[in-house]
């Protein structure tokens, strides 16, 4: 089956502007989350979704960052005012269970580049 | 809090040969411990996890990893590597509440022929 999709794959920014990264999970998948992969910081936990709400927030870096899922499916994450430490890659994965035996399924990662 | 240290930040194998992969982890109750691959410009995929029950867990693409409590330690191993391999390997715990993945900072594997 279809696997959890991210879009764009790449985007480019100037500093300053606001992006919005997609995520589509696995259909049926009812947990989601994002993490963000950088050079200096590694692989990084930024949000959890169970079904639409967010009972997790703790690794959003800062209020520039937030995350809205809707209809127990897609999931976007903004981020406001680009600024250079941003750019990494943005992954998304979801998994069928809401414990700590759900697996995840992560998808290919958006590469965001602020300029 | 969770945390995973992943000692060997690069390690070269000759193709055939064995191969061991360490992780140590910290928490404070009983773990769920996961090893993840990512070649070059992919996403990450589970190789295997540990939830309870047996300490020795199979996974695919003929890898295995020992869970040790005394140690706390979550191994990777493989008896043959191949040259398709070679990719970057991540050991993560997670919570029993939400499965929030801590990583450690994954381990760079090169097979030379």
């Known amino acids: 089956g279809a696997g959890v999709s991210q879009s764009p794959s790449n985007k480019v920014t100037e500093k300053g502007k606001d992006v919005e990264l997609r995520c589509d999970p696995i259909s049926g998948h009812t947990a989601l989350y994002w993490y963000r992969q950088s050079l200096g910081q590694g692989l990084e936990f930024l949000i959890y979704f169970q079904g639409n709400s967010a009972p997790d927030k703790s690794g959003l870096p800062s209020d520039r960052f937030s995350a809205e899922r809707t209809g127990g499916s897609v999931s976007t994450l903004t981020i406001q005012r680009t600024q250079q430490e941003d750019s990494a890659v943005y992954l998304c994965?979801?998994?069928?269970?809401?414990?700590?035996?759900?697996?995840?399924?992560f998808g290919p990662g958006t590469r965001l580049t602020v300029t | 809090a969770q945390s995973v240290t992943q000692p060997d930040i690069h390690i070269t194998v000759s193709e055939g040969a064995s191969l061991e992969l360490r992780c140590n982890y910290s928490?404070?109750?009983?773990?769920?411990l996961f090893w993840y691959v990512q070649s070059p410009g992919q996403g990450l995929q589970l190789l295997l996890k540990y939830f309870s029950g047996d300490t020795l867990v199979q996974g695919i693409k003929g890898f295995e990893a020992e869970f040790k409590r005394s140690q706390s330690s979550f191994n990777l191993r493989k008896p043959s590597v191949h040259w398709s391999d070679a990719a970057e390997y991540f050991c993560?715990?997670?919570?029993?509440?939400?499965?929030?993945?801590?990583f450690g900072a994954g381990t760079i594997l090169r097979v030379k022929s």
């Open positions: 928490y404070g109750a009983t773990p769920y």
């Open positions: 994965a979801s998994s069928p269970h809401d414990g700590g035996e759900g697996e995840q399924y």
């Open positions: 993560a715990v997670g919570a029993w509440y939400g499965n929030k993945l801590v």
